[in-house]
């Protein structure tokens, strides 16, 4: 029941375009849902039917759907500065007003904002400064990263090859000389017998292996999400992040947060690692939040540490030779600026401490299903995780499709959730409001 445009926006669809991450099989049968029309938590397919969109579009429209005032921003930035290079000796009002904000925002002594158009060109910009600030610190041999199983960090090959979800790694190449994988700080697959406590110290002690097995003198920095996103909603034990902090200061590795999810809002902080967990990392990356997603753009966001030694003249009298046509594009930062104006006077941070407490206290109500194995995660980023059974936790055959199957079944009844191999992901628009979470929940539960 396609009406005839959407009937040949589907077809063209189909046809021509390449869809990121997608199963071409599946794809080839049913072509796409057309996203048509959306206004706050809401999205509209072609066929007029409206869901609740439970997964922010991809953990990133954090204001909600259709503000009139971003689009009024945006256009107002057109009409003045649609674009102008910001190499060398150029800015645009929005670029540097930006920077400023997020370093007013920023933990600790981050004040340093190297803009691109995401999350994974933030962490690219991430390892190729890094590089750079050890060559300017004559320590040209410490160049390799150390990340985690299940984390993610994107898709561009360095994001991909810091990224640790196996399953993404298949059929694709990464650079396994650079980067080296430690385990993922999981505390629902800890060994039955083994203490939290335990658990915490175990992987501590890993990634000070590691280090010690590469050698300090060539490892560069240690990459991690506060809680991880993609990788099935990990939040690592107490103590775990302040930690692992410590043992990088101890080798002189540079700590990267990958807040490209957490960061503006998720948790109900603009940034997690300093308000969540209490570390003041050397780097931050960010993207999705900072514009909602309304436009691309993403954050490297520097240490003065660290900028003051990239920024000297350099020794064999290079340039800093990094950026990208659209670093700190003037739309898209006039975006961002919105984008914070407004998470700031609708105080968003504490609508999600308060919304988002209920959105957990409700979902673990769902662990009274005997598929639900475990409910985790935190404030607007939670995940479900679907086992066969309760007590071994052991997983449901892949071939049963189940985080698909629950996905399709919540999309027939008006609700979007992300499948994730067995898991399901909710990371919805902070803007949701306890009826929202009351029908997301009572639709997970059917
Ligand atoms: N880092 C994290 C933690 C992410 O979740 C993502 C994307 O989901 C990325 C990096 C990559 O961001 P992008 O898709 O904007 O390149």
Redesign the pocket.
Known sequence: NKSAEMYQVWQQDKDHYIHPWTDFSTFKETGSIVVEDSDNVHITDGDGNQYLDGIGG??CVNIGYAREEMAQAIAEQIMKVPYYSCFGHHTTVPAAKLAAKIAELAPGNLNHVFYGC????A?DTAVRIIHFYFNQLGKKSKKKIISRIDG????TYM?MSITGVKFDHIGFDIDEQLVHHISCPNPYRRPESQSIEDFCDEKVQELENKILELGPDNVAAFFA?PIM??GGVIVPPKGYHKRTLDVCRKYGVLYVS?E??TAFGRLGHMFASKDEFDIVPDIITC??GLTSGYLPL?ATILSDDIYEVISKPQAEGALFTHGFTYSGHPVSCAAGLKNIEIMERENLCGHVQEIGSYFEEQLKTLMDLPIVGDVRGKKFMVCVENVANKESKELIDPEAQVGNRIADHCQKRGLIVRPLAHMNILSPPLTLSKDNVDFLVSTLRE
């Open positions: 991809l953990w995401g999350g994974s060109v962490n993610y960090h994107g898709s994001a999400e996103g993609a990958d490209v999810v993207a999705k993403g």
